[in-house]
C-alpha cells in the first residue's frame, strides 16, 4: 500500500511508484540525488510566494542544494512539466545539472514523450538550454517556453544518479 507522501531514494527500486505517480520534488545535495519526493497534488506557485520564499531559502538554505519541482498534468500526460526550481546560495552548476537528470530518468520511467518549461530567470539563456537539448516552444510576449522532446528516444541511463 502506498502513501500519499512517499520518498524515493533508489529510482530502479522505485520505478513502479515513480510510473504511477503525477507530482514530486527532486532533491540533489552536493551532485548527489537525495530523493524524490512524491506528493498527491501538483506544486502550484503564485509570484509572492516565489519572490519571497525563494529569496529567503536561497540565501539561507542548506549549502549546494537544488530543489527541483515537477508535475504530469492531467490535461496532457505523455509530458512531464518542470514547474520550477530553487537552489541555495553557492549550489553548483553539477548539482543543478544531477537534477535534470534525475528528471530526464523520469520521464524515461514514465515513458514521456516531452518536458517542457516556462524560463523566468534572464540568468538562464536561450543558448544554454539549446545546449541541453531544449527547443524554444510556443513563443509568447512574457514567456519563455521549452520543450525537450524524447518521442521514444532518451538519452543514455545514467546509472551515478542513483548513487549518493
Same mark, same amino acid.
Given at each position: 500500500?502506498?502513501?500519499?507522501?512517499?520518498?524515493?531514494?533508489?529510482?530502479?527500486? @522505485?520505478?513502479?511508484?515513480?510510473?504511477?505517480?503525477?507530482?514530486?520534488?527532486?532533491?540533489?545535495?552536493?551532485?548527489?540525488?537525495?530523493?524524490? /519526493?512524491?506528493?498527491?497534488?501538483?506544486?502550484?506557485?503564485?509570484?509572492?510566494?516565489?519572490?519571497?520564499?525563494?529569496? $529567503?531559502? /536561497?540565501?539561507?538554505?542548506?549549502?549546494?542544494?537544488?530543489?527541483?519541482?515537477?508535475?504530469?498534468?492531467?490535461?496532457?500526460?505523455?509530458?512531464?512539466?518542470?514547474?520550477?526550481?530553487?537552489?541555495?546560495?553557492?549550489?553548483?552548476? @553539477?548539482?543543478?545539472?544531477?537534477?535534470?537528470?534525475?528528471?530526464?530518468?523520469?520521464? $524515461?520511467?514514465?515513458?514521456?514523450?516531452?518536458?517542457?518549461?516556462?524560463?523566468?530567470?534572464?540568468?538562464?539563456?536561450?543558448?544554454?538550454?539549446?545546449? &541541453?537539448? &531544449?527547443?524554444? /516552444?510556443?513563443?509568447? $510576449? &512574457? /514567456? $519563455?517556453?521549452?520543450?525537450?522532446?524524447?518521442? @521514444?528516444?532518451?538519452?543514455?541511463?545514467?546509472?551515478?544518479?542513483?548513487?549518493?
Amino acid at each position: 500500500m502506498r502513501t500519499i507522501f512517499e520518498k524515493i531514494t533508489d529510482l530502479e527500486t @522505485g520505478a513502479d511508484s515513480l510510473a504511477a505517480r503525477r507530482y514530486g520534488l527532486i532533491e540533489v545535495v552536493s551532485g548527489s540525488l537525495v530523493a524524490v /519526493h512524491l506528493r498527491p497534488f501538483p506544486k502550484m506557485i503564485s509570484l509572492p510566494e516565489f519572490v519571497s520564499v525563494s529569496r $529567503r531559502y /536561497h540565501a539561507r538554505g542548506r549549502a549546494d542544494r537544488c530543489l527541483l519541482y515537477y508535475n504530469q498534468p492531467r490535461r496532457f500526460p505523455d509530458f512531464l512539466a518542470l514547474r520550477y526550481v530553487v537552489s541555495t546560495r553557492g549550489t553548483s552548476f @553539477g548539482t543543478c545539472r544531477r537534477a535534470l537528470d534525475v528528471l530526464e530518468e523520469i520521464a $524515461r520511467i514514465k515513458r514521456s514523450d516531452a518536458l517542457l518549461c516556462d524560463v523566468a530567470s534572464n540568468r538562464v539563456s536561450d543558448r544554454l538550454m539549446r545546449r &541541453w537539448g &531544449w527547443e524554444a /516552444h510556443k513563443p509568447q $510576449r &512574457w /514567456h $519563455r517556453n521549452f520543450i525537450k522532446r524524447f518521442y @521514444g528516444q532518451y538519452p543514455p541511463s545514467r546509472d551515478e544518479i542513483t548513487e549518493r
